[in-house]
């Protein structure tokens, strides 16, 4: 260290208080302290020109000293060193190369000597310590009294400050060296630690220096305390985050850019939905309105194709978007309550014409022990298990198609279901299977390949079934068929299987003859049978199924139902029939034909000797139930006696095609849509105003009273969602509230709840068809009864009459229906009042259920509505409800028995 002169070390020795020596490379002492001539033991003398490996050794012997030297650099090395001759005393010590002058080295001891594996520290080693620790870390730190000044620093903190030597910061503030706003923020957080005696963590300012440089801290501070826990200043420890807080703002910027990027997407999507859709409602709407028209084989053709090729392109249309939504996470999951069964029946009858065409077996295998009702987003699950199925039909030429249901596991009241297809169609080779659930990728996707489709089907499914806790799977060989496997996760509304609530007792051990060409559908129909508590018996063919019952009656056990296929080589089901009418043993067997297709022809046939019933496959377990029961001469009503072992006549169920005729507001500014929306409504019966904007619809709202209104979002002049808040503004005054809904050609997330915020009450998405409108408007009636919940037993409960508009063919309905409940409504009311005050809530729920659907068919709403209430209040078991529903149940009934006597006297 060429720089370093005599006084100056003489200096040093004098001012440092712990030992130290500056070596040379080779270990020799170029310069060292009193103190360190001292625990050497060569006091009085220069020790200047030894050894230091004569003098002390490493305490590990596999450390030389002499190479510890020649290999220093600036990066301390921190060990320990013995005394030569001495065998307890063992120092702490670092060594390091001297920065300006790379060929010295400094040794300082720490004076911490360790004897016999005991440290000993005096005041004067640990303060030592403490400054060597603090240097030796990258974070700054400090120690402040209670009046701010500093006391201790490290060198890291030292440069931050720039102070021209060590030391020179002790006994100032940080006031002395940085901006008034950062004195500012690190006095206030310094005032806090010392007033609190709490710590402040993690606290992110910016330390700028006067006319320096500027850094982004993350700061800790802590209050220090003496022996007598007096505090004496605090203790601050910061991290420059600088680096960070740049990548934290460019990733802040990035996330900016990416939102808009996505709303900008996500507008285009919406926009694009509603521009794509409104011509296709046109086209699908006027087609179908033109199919049931008077029309000639050849323009049925002409209107048949137009209306495929429209539904074609709207389904590559909705997987595009659905896909887009799926990727702009646009795309958020119901969780409702839905009938599990019927979504499984209802998604594979819309397949039913097109295997029948190609002369397909179409089967639908649903574990009887599954739950009725499941809570999860219907739309979605079945559109995941449309796709499968679409797929499936696709790709089979001849075979059959399989959709088989049962639980894979169950925790709680969560159900993991799993639904399989299976097909026999042309399979997927075992190169491909990894890749078709890629986005755009198909199992052929070769030029010349016979299939079409956006390769979105599969990617969309497993996107959907991943989002509903699930997956899906495929198993398949080239030329052998396939199967795909959804997985997905419900929960468990309802446990309660259809049998157990239409109880088939009565029918109890009857013995069933199935005969079906097809494997699947005889274990298909076995199993239901058997869950029902029938005893089947299954037969491929004709002729062995007339030998079967021939030998039963021998043997003393005939068969009393013969379920019957009608497409089987040989004899046909009719044909069977037949055989078995002309034998006086066998008349006396009840028949029913299950049939993919069948002639008119060939049904009058079967009906003249004794088929009871034809359904349609795949067959509904419902469906089936019921003709079971009908062929038996046991009605729903009838069931339901059996089961409760109740003397009361059932409460008659309203059929599925009655509804209340409404008058409908109609707002649109489209004149196909117009036309398409008017004639729907009115092939339902419903009386139907029209308005060409939200302008229009608001005063025509104002001069006349209207039971729903049906408004378009995107009109001119104003459009359906500041018409929807001006209607709800006027209904404030009239202390009424009529159904909006939405009608729409935009599919985005959001989009119904912007209109549900702006007052509507439901959303129905273009292009709809018959039976989607039909749906909506069932809804909207539900959602009225389940609102009235909430205000019948309220101050602005109004009873209302009964509302009577008859056709003719309804009329004896009706009559039987009104005669039905006058004589048994007070009787049956009369049983839920206990003496005792104790309710039979399971009773009381099924009667509820069942006089709503009475009061649906009586055209009661407020009854139903009251029904409704009694059956909520009866499933929570909720005593004070229940007794408020019966009371405003008796009241209504009251009511309505007197409109239905004057309706009996004038039929």
Not at 31 to 40: D, G, P, S, T, Y
Not at 290 to 301: G, T
């Amino acid at each position: 260290m060429s720089n370093i002169t005599p006084s100056m070390t003489d200096n040093l020795a004098k001012v440092i208080p712990w030992p130290y020596a500056l070596c040379n490379r080779s270990g020799a002492i170029v310069h060292c302290n009193e103190v360190f001539l001292r625990l050497i033991g060569a006091e009085g003398g220069s020790g200047v020109g030894q050894l230091l490996s004569e003098l002390m050794t490493t305490a590990q012997a596999s450390q030389d000293l002499e190479s510890l030297f020649s290999n220093a650099s600036n990066e301390a090395w921190h060990g320990k060193l013995r005394i030569a001759g001495s065998q307890n005393l063992v120092l702490e010590a670092m060594m390091q190369a001297d920065p300006e002058s790379p060929d010295s080295v400094w040794l300082i001891i720490m004076e911490n000597p360790v004897v016999n594996g005991q440290m000993i520290l005096n005041p004067r080693s640990e303060l030592r310590l403490l400054q060597i620790l603090m240097d030796h870390t990258l974070d700054y730190v400090y120690f402040t009294d209670i009046h701010g000044r500093f006391v201790i620093t490290n060198r890291a903190f030292q440069r931050t400050l720039e102070t021209q030597y060590p030391g020179q910061e002790v006994g100032k503030s940080v006031g002395d060296f940085v901006t008034r706003e950062t004195a500012r923020w690190v006095g206030e957080t310094d005032q806090e630690v010392l007033t609190t005696l709490k710590p402040i963590v993690n606290h992110v300012g910016l330390f700028q220096i006067r006319n320096g440089g500027a850094f982004w801290l993350q700061t800790t501070k802590m209050p220090v305390f003496d022996h007598n826990r007096l505090c004496i200043g605090l203790v601050s420890v910061s991290r420059d985050i600088s680096e960070a807080r740049q990548t934290e703002n460019r990733l802040r910027m990035a996330i900016q850019r990416a939102e808009q990027a996505n709303k900008a997407k996500s507008d285009f999507l919406a926009n694009m939905s509603h521009e794509i859709r409104t011509p296709i409602n046109g086209i699908i709407g006027m087609s179908e309105l033109c199919l049931e028209s008077d029309i000639s084989p050849d323009q049925e053709r002409y209107i048949q194709t137009v209306l495929n090729c429209s539904n074609t392109l709207l389904a590559l249309v909705n997987d595009i978007l659905d896909f887009s939504k799926i990727e702009a996470g646009q795309l958020e999951l119901e969780n409702i309550d839905f009938d599990l069964r019927e979504a499984i029946e209802d998604t594979v009858d819309q397949f039913v014409s097109i295997t029948r065409d190609r002369g397909l077996e179409l089967a639908v295998k649903i574990d009887p022990s599954l739950p009725t009702v499941v809570s999860g987003d219907p739309i979605r699950f079945r559109q995941v298990l449309n796709n499968l199925v679409s797929n499936a039909v696709k790709f089979t030429e001849e075979g059959e198609v399989i959709i088989a249901a049962r639980q894979s596991a169950v925790s709680g009241d969560r159900l993991k279901l799993l639904i399989e297809v299976s097909d026999t169609g042309i399979g997927i080779s075992e190169n491909r299977l990894d890749n078709i659930f890629e986005t755009f990728t198909q199992g052929d996707s070769s030029t010349t390949r016979k299939y079409g489709g956006t390769g979105l089907g599969l990617s969309i499914s497993r996107k959907l079934a991943r989002m509903m806790g699930g997956d899906v799977f495929v198993d398949s060989e080239l030329g052998k068929g396939a199967t795909f496997s959804v997985e997905l996760d419900v929960g468990i509304v309802s446990s309660e299987t259809e049998t157990e609530m239409l109880n088939l007792e009565e029918l109890n051990g009857c013995r069933v003859l199935i005969v079906d060409d097809n494997l699947t559908n005889r274990q298909i129909l076995d199993e239901v049978c058997r869950h029902w508590g029938l005893l089947p018996t299954t037969c491929d063919d004709g002729v062995k199924a007339i030998a079967r019952m021939e030998r039963a009656i021998a043997d003393g056990a005939p068969f009393q139902l013969l379920l019957l296929d009608q497409q089987m080589p040989g004899l046909s089901g009719t044909d069977i029939a037949s055989l078995v009418h002309s034998r006086s043993q066998l008349r006396d067997i009840r028949m029913m034909i299950l049939t993919s297709a069948i002639t008119q022809e060939e049904r009058e046939r079967g009906r003249q000797m004794g088929i009871g019933r034809f359904l349609t496959k795949p067959i509904k377990q419902n469906d089936l139930r019921e003709a079971v029961l009908d062929v038996f001469g046991l009605s729903l009503g009838q069931q339901k006696l059996l089961k409760t072992g109740s003397s009361r006549a059932p409460i008659p169920m309203p059929r599925g095609d009655e509804m209340p005729r409404l008058r409908i507001l109609l707002a649109e500014d489209n004149l196909i849509n117009q036309e398409v929306a008017l004639q729907r409504l009115t092939k339902l019966g419903h009386e139907v105003t029209v308005a060409n904007d939200g302008q229009e619809a608001v005063d025509t709202f104002q001069t006349l009273v209207f039971d729903l209104v049906l408004m378009d979002v995107q009109m001119p002049k104003m459009d359906g969602l500041d018409a929807t808040r001006r209607i709800r503004d006027i209904e404030a005054n009239l202390n009424r509230r009529t159904p909006i809904i939405a009608m729409t050609a935009r599919a985005m997330r959001g989009d119904e709840q912007v209109c549900l915020d702006a007052g509507m009450d439901g959303y129905l998405t273009k292009p709809f068809r018959a039976a989607k409108m039909r749906e909506v408007l069932v809804q909207v009636l539900d959602r009225l009864e389940r609102d009235a919940k909430v205000t019948v037993s309220g101050p602005q409960y109004e009873p209302a009459t009964i509302a009577l508009q008859l056709d003719e063919e309804d009329q004896e309905d009706m009559v039987l229906a009104a005669r039905m409940f006058n004589d048994s409504f007070a009787q049956e009311l009369a049983e839920f009042f206990p003496s005792d005050g104790a309710h039979d809530y399971d009773a009381l729920k099924h009667y509820a259920h069942s006089l709503k659907g009475a009061a649906g068919l009586l055209r009661a709403i407020r009854l139903g509505q009251c029904a409704a209430c009694l059956e909520d209040a009866a499933k929570r078991h909720d005593r004070e409800g229940v007794d408020e529903a019966l009371g405003q149940l008796s009241k209504e009934g009251a009511l309505i028995r007197a409109s239905l006597e004057s309706f009996l006297l004038d039929s």
